[in-house]
């Protein structure tokens, strides 16, 4: 598995938001999204689970699950390094990370994997992943094809969400990087797509400075 697209930037190497295109090959591409597509999945995960009305589909492959267990107000955090469990979960999804770690996250420790997915009516709501200044995620979109009426893009807010900041559109093979601590929210897909929203997430620590 290689990338073809590789970043820099100003915390711990990654901007605040950050894309990269054609981050794999297309056969890998292609693997990671007849992966996604199969059975298994879970309903009525939530981006916010005390507050949010609506669910969507979600696969959980490594790392921690309950977002309370492991907080920073309460001294409890990082969470531990999970790649040696997503080694047994999905090999595919382990050598993808073992890219990622070796290149756009070199010295992040990973915390947690999982895929969401959204179909017509599923709603995500603005949230934060992480309070930890060190926490990052990254995003990638696996599918073949995705067109601009169908919605269901990516959105960051600033900090006091009064204003969008950037707006990721879910191109086919694009991977989005940005800080566990920015506010943002998946928008729903549109009455006109056929398919599944699918993302596949990597939350992972930096390196202590």
Same mark, same amino acid.
């Given at each position: 598995? @290689?990338?073809?697209?590789? *970043?820099?930037?100003?915390?711990?190497?990654?901007?605040?938001?950050?894309?990269?295109?054609?981050?794999?090959?297309?056969?890998?591409?292609?693997?990671?999204?007849?992966?996604?597509?199969?059975? #298994?999945?879970?309903?009525? &995960? /939530?981006?916010?689970?005390?507050?949010? +009305?609506?669910?969507? &589909?979600?696969?959980?492959?490594?790392?921690?699950? /309950?977002?309370?267990?492991?907080?920073? /107000?309460?001294?409890? &955090?990082?969470?531990?390094?999970?790649?040696?469990?997503?080694?047994?979960?999905?090999?595919?999804?382990?050598?993808?990370?073992?890219?990622?770690? *070796?290149?756009?996250?070199?010295? %992040?420790?990973?915390?947690?994997?999982?895929?969401?997915?959204?179909?017509?009516?599923?709603?995500?709501?603005? %949230?934060?992943?992480? @309070?930890?200044?060190?926490? %990052?995620?990254?995003?990638?979109?696996?599918?073949?094809?995705? %067109?601009?009426? &169908?919605?269901? #893009?990516?959105?960051?807010?600033?900090?006091?969400?009064?204003?969008?900041?950037?707006?990721?559109?879910? /191109?086919?093979?694009?991977?989005?990087?940005?800080?566990?601590?920015?506010?943002?929210?998946?928008?729903?897909?549109?009455?006109?797509?056929?398919?599944?929203?699918?993302?596949? +997430?990597?939350? @992972?620590?930096?390196?202590?400075?």
């Amino acid at each position: 598995m @290689t990338a073809s697209a590789d *970043g820099s930037g100003e915390d711990a190497g990654i901007p605040r938001v950050a894309c990269h295109d054609d981050i794999l090959g297309e056969a890998d591409r292609e693997r990671i999204d007849r992966f996604l597509q199969a059975p #298994e999945w879970e309903f009525g &995960w /939530k981006s916010r689970s005390r507050t949010d +009305v609506y669910s969507f &589909w979600h696969k959980h492959f490594a790392g921690y699950r /309950k977002t309370g267990l492991y907080s920073v /107000k309460d001294g409890r &955090w990082p969470p531990p390094d999970c790649a040696d469990e997503l080694r047994k979960t999905s090999d595919l999804l382990f050598r993808f990370w073992t890219l990622l770690n *070796g290149t756009l996250l070199k010295g %992040h420790s990973l915390v947690r994997c999982y895929a969401n997915a959204m179909p017509f009516g599923a709603e995500g709501t603005l %949230h934060t992943d992480s @309070t930890a200044p060190s926490s %990052h995620t990254c995003i990638y979109y696996p599918h073949r094809i995705w %067109h601009p009426n &169908w919605a269901g #893009e990516t959105v960051f807010f600033d900090r006091d969400h009064s204003d969008v900041i950037a707006s990721i559109y879910p /191109k086919p093979n694009r991977l989005v990087l940005f800080r566990g601590d920015m506010p943002h929210v998946a928008r729903g897909v549109s009455r006109t797509c056929p398919a599944l929203r699918v993302t596949l +997430v990597f939350k @992972t620590e930096a390196p202590a400075p």
